[in-house]
Structure formats: structure tokens, C-alpha cells
């Protein structure tokens, strides 16, 4: 039996991490830490009082993080932009020596905090990081292909898409900038490289992929998650990519055109007399113009996939195993609250207990979180079709290119 402190858990994916965590009997109360706690009522309804409770966070002051996680048995960090607030809050979790899981996704700071393992060591600290989505279950995925279903592993090429979350805020379109101007890691032909996204190494790697339930051939953007970075130290790869994009397509190219004029620069400009940032401008207007693209494409429900492809041979032939995990009701928030919740379970668990700042495929046996998806996520065996899927679909692909089903 545990509490767990959900930091940020007011957000779009710590409120679904928050009810993950409530519906399970391992966790005695799930302790909703955030900015702006005016959605508490909302996450907390139909559950009984003693499942939630709630607490103001500033996640840039380690006073007010200590008094958000004083008495929890687990930490769970939602909080983004991480390359803002995740040293503070890992710095001070790690002093309080709690087990900590996040799903951090910046990739620069997550090179930063996993050299923070030796400290880690020293003070008895475990802290899993990246455990949402990508990161989090594709390493995961990829581990259990690689050290179950093929002999030897070539390459892990992950592909994401989501869109229509019910609201996105400010953070959110400073990460997208972020993730456009950095650069980007891909690990190719054995090597760490680096790209740059509107420069021509990061535009050929633009790649059309063809997503089961969400969409065919929608364009996708190298993404500088943390995948390409910690999968070869944990698995022997000549490659590893990860491509994405945001949908429908017309919003995340209207995202894209303004950080490529330089309008995502934070720096006050003079009109009219006034000191205007163009950072805050492009933030308001992209979110006001977000509604009216959704409305004029009918773009209906949240929806989103994350697919996983990992080749390489079995028994001297060629084999390709997909996983697809689709949903055409949840997008952002669940694909990554799950997930993230079923880190936390695993350390209320026991199941986690390497200590040091390690991503889950340096922590996390892939069989025992795959053991846990029937209790964290409802899924639905179809296919393909109706508006209520959500689950994992499994394919292997033979060196004659014949594509299987496959129930893991």
C-alpha cells in the first residue's frame, strides 16, 4: 500500500496519471500537487474522499516541492516543460530519498540528470526517468523485442501522433518550440548524430507513415525524445530513430511556419510603445487559432498512436515486429498518464529497486510492466473501426514480408 504524490496532477497527463493511480488498491491516496488546483473536484469525483488529496506546487522552489511530497511513498513527476523544472524536483526528491518516476521527454536535460546516477548511487535514490510514452513504454517494448523475439536487433524506429487533447496550454507550444530549435539525436549507422530540424540533415529524415486506426501517410518530424540516446547502452543497435508530429496536420504545420520566421523568440520587441514578446504572442495565437482548425476539419475526438518497429533476425532470417498502441478516444494525456502510472505501481510494487537515475529499460524487466497493462488500461481487441479503441496491436513480419497477429 502506497500514496503517491502526483506532481502536476492537474495537468492533461498527471490528472489521468492521478486517476490511474486511484482506481488501484495498492495506492491508499493519490496526493494531487499543482499550480492551480481548480480541477481537483473534477479528477477526484466518483472516487471515495480518502483516495485524493490536494496540495499547491511551485515546482521551481524546493520548499514548496518537500512540503507537496513530505509523507508520500512515491513521487511522480508531471511537470513540463522538464527543461525548466526537472533538476529542481529530482535534486529535492532525491534528498528526501522517496522513489521517484517521471516522464520526462527533453532530451537535453535527460543527458544531464542521467549523469546524476553516481550521485544517486551514493544516496541509496532510485529514480526512473522518461517512464510516459516515448520515452517510456517504447523502450520498454523494444527491450521485450530484442531480448525475446529476435535473435540479433538492427534497428528501433518509433513513430508518434496525437491530437485533439480537450485543451493545450501555454507549456505545451513551448515545448513543441523547443523540440524544433534543439538539436535533434538520431542514432544512425552505429553512431550518435546530431540534426537540425529546418536545416537539410533534419528535413530528410521527414518521413509519411501510415498509422493503423489513426491515419495514413501522415508526415512526421525528427523529435528530439530521449529513445536514441539510452536504447544502445542497453541494446546493441546500428539504429535508432523517432519521428512525430501533432494533429490535425494544418495545426502543427501552423506551429512549425512560426518557429521557422523566429517567432518563438522571448525577447520584447517595441510596437506601439509597447514591449510585446513574440513568444507570448505566438503561444496565445497559435492556442486561439487551435479551436477554430479543429472545428473547420471536424476533427472530432482525441485520438493517438505510438509505434514501435524493431528489426533485425531470428534464426538467420529477417523479422520485423510492429506494436501499435492506438486509441481513436485518448490521445496525449492517457497514452502517457497510463503509462506513467504503471511506473509508479511497479515501485508501490517492489518490482523496481536498482538504484540510480537510469531510463525504464536500464530498470524496468519489459514482462513485468507488459503484466500490468490489463490492470492499468481498458483494452479493446478491435482492430480497427469503431471510435472506442484503445489497446495494443502486435504484428511480425517475415523475411518474405507476410505480416502476422500476433497476443503477447
Known sequence: MAVVTVLGGCGAVGS????????????????IADRDLSRVPQISAGFPAEKFRAVALNAEDPASIRNAAQGADIVLNCVGPFYKTVKTVLSTVMDMHIPYVDVCDDVDVTQEILSWDKKAKEKGAIAVIGMGSSPGATNLLAKFAADNLLDQTDSVDIFHAHG????????????????????????????????KFFEPDGIALREAFTFPVIGDSVTLYPYP????????????????????????????????????????DKTPILVNGR???????????????????????AFGAQRGC????????????AREYRFHMASKSQALGEGT??????????????KIGTKGVLPPEGCINPLDFLGIIPEIMTLDKQKSGGES???????EVDEKGNVKDLDI
Do not use: W
Open 275 to 297: 514591449e510585446v514578446s513574440p513568444y507570448d504572442f505566438s503561444t496565445a495565437f497559435i492556442i486561439s487559432r487551435r479551436e477554430k482548425i479543429l472545428k473547420d476539419l
Open 16 to 31: 489521468v496519471a492521478a486517476k490511474t493511480l486511484a482506481k488501484l488498491s495498492d495506492i491508499t491516496c493519490v496526493v
Open 164 to 195: 485533439g487533447e480537450p485543451f493545450e496550454g501555454p507549456g505545451v507550444i513551448g515545448h513543441r518550440f523547443h523540440c524544433m530549435t534543439i538539436d535533434v539525436p538520431m542514432f544512425l549507422n552505429g553512431k550518435l548524430t546530431y540534426v
Open 389 to 395: 479503441f484503445g489497446g495494443v496491436i502486435v504484428q
Open 337 to 350: 498518464g497510463i503509462p506513467a502510472a504503471g511506473g509508479a505501481l511497479l515501485l508501490a510494487r517492489g
Open 306 to 317: 505510438v509505434s514501435v518497429i524493431v528489426k533485425g533476425t531470428k534464426k538467420g532470417l
Open 225 to 264: 525524445h530521449p529513445e536514441q540516446v539510452t536504447l544502445p547502452h542497453y541494446i546493441k543497435l546500428n539504429q535508432v530513430t523517432n519521428k512525430g508530429t501533432v494533429l490535425p496536420s494544418p495545426y502543427y504545420d501552423l506551429t512549425r511556419d512560426i518557429c521557422a520566421l523566429g517567432l518563438h
